[in-house]
């Protein structure tokens, strides 16, 4: 069973910086895409950055050169580095894991397709 839990969340002032940590387990595909997406009260939930065994690290416009996505040596677990936070960047903070497995010659998405995690709460104060 794919599980993933997020840690990290807190409230800082704005300028201030946090760092999220997404552990996951049960997961044996033959490639790791990782997303952090958010969700803001009364808003869609949206993507925030991807780190990729086959393919760019890739962010949104919004925290382009504020936040940085790696994954750490134990190889089971991700992080999301916000710096610079702004007050706009208030919201739940979700990890996401694709499911991939080798079908035929190929490394392809399968079902269920998505696993995440349960959230963590980011508070941003001006």
Not at 32 to 57: C, H, N, Y
Not at 63 to 91: C, H, W
Not at 92 to 102: L, Q, T
């Amino acid at each position: 069973q794919v599980r993933l839990v997020e840690s990290g969340g807190g409230s800082v002032q704005a300028g201030g910086s946090l760092r999220l940590s997404c552990v996951f387990s049960g997961y044996t595909g033959c490639r790791l895409r990782m997303m952090w997406f958010r969700q803001a009260p009364g808003k869609e939930r949206e993507f925030v950055s991807v780190i990729d065994t086959q393919g760019p690290t890739n962010y949104a416009d919004s925290v382009k050169g504020r936040f940085t996505v790696s994954q750490g040596n134990a190889k089971n677990t991700i992080f999301l580095q916000m710096n610079s936070l702004k007050p706009e960047d208030t919201a739940m903070y979700y990890c996401n894991a694709m499911s991939f497995a080798v079908i035929g010659a190929e490394c392809a998405p399968t079902p269920p397709y998505d696993y995440w995690g349960q959230g963590t709460q980011v508070t941003v104060s001006s």
